[in-house]
T-cell receptor, first 112, second 112 residues
């Protein structure tokens, strides 16, 4: 079974802090994704990566950056956290082509 | 127009009846379609995927795809209370595009 592990289930951070969300997958998938999920807005893609050191902006990249130094690890960085970044963050991975996404358990981030 | 649209519900269905969930998409070049189930506070889990026009059955679930009408649906037969969840439709636009776009989800409640 594919396992996608997000380092934290719940996080509380202060406005202006730099925040790192970590995600690790164990199935050697090329593609990794960061989504955020908000009530009424569904899942929105922040960034994705199709290979080590490669990244592409999703639909809502503003205020975020990512890092992929190793194939199994994809990090989401909030350079200066703001209250409007309070959300559920979901990491996912999949191989190329028509394969489904496998999600991690999610990180619920609260910025106060 | 949103890329992937779903009726947000809530949709209430009596136990044992058929639940019908619908999804429309705007990109005619879309190639692959996925249905995910998400319980409250949990991450999405894959139920079914479909690539070709027509029906695809898996147990109590049937996915139906009509590319001409840009429409994909999920039928749940013999609905059970455990089917109560939010159902997310996801679409992969075209070959070479690795990202999936999600609808906002339909909340389904099965009434015992």
């Amino acid at each position: 079974d594919v396992k996608v592990t997000q380092s934290s289930r719940y996080l509380v951070k202060r406005t202006g802090e730099k925040v790192f969300l970590e995600c690790v997958q164990d199935m050697d998938h090329e593609n990794m994704f960061w989504y955020r999920q908000d009530p009424g807005l569904g899942l929105r893609l922040i960034y994705f990566s199709y290979d080590v050191k490669m990244k592409e902006k999703g639909d809502i990249p503003e205020g975020y950056s990512v890092s992929r130094e190793k194939k199994e690890r994809f990090s989401l960085i909030l350079e200066s956290a703001s209250t409007n970044q309070t959300s559920m963050y979901l990491c996912a991975s999949r191989p190329p082509g028509d394969s489904p996404l496998h999600f991690g358990n999610g990180t619920r981030l609260t910025v106060t | 127009q949103k890329e992937v649209e779903q009726n947000s519900g809530p949709l209430s269905v009596p136990e044992g009846a058929i639940a019908s969930l619908n999804c429309t998409y705007s990109d005619r070049g879309s190639q692959s379609f996925f249905w995910y189930r998400q319980y409250s506070g949990k991450s999405p889990e894959l139920i079914m995927f479909i690539y070709s026009n027509g029906d695809k059955e898996d147990g109590r679930f049937t996915a139906q795809l009509n590319k001409a009408s840009q429409y994909v649906s999920l039928l749940i037969r013999d609905s059970q209370p455990s089917d109560s969840a939010t159902y997310l439709c996801a679409v992969r636009s075209n070959f070479g595009n690795e990202k999936l776009t999600f609808g906002t989800g339909t909340r389904l409640t099965i009434i015992p």
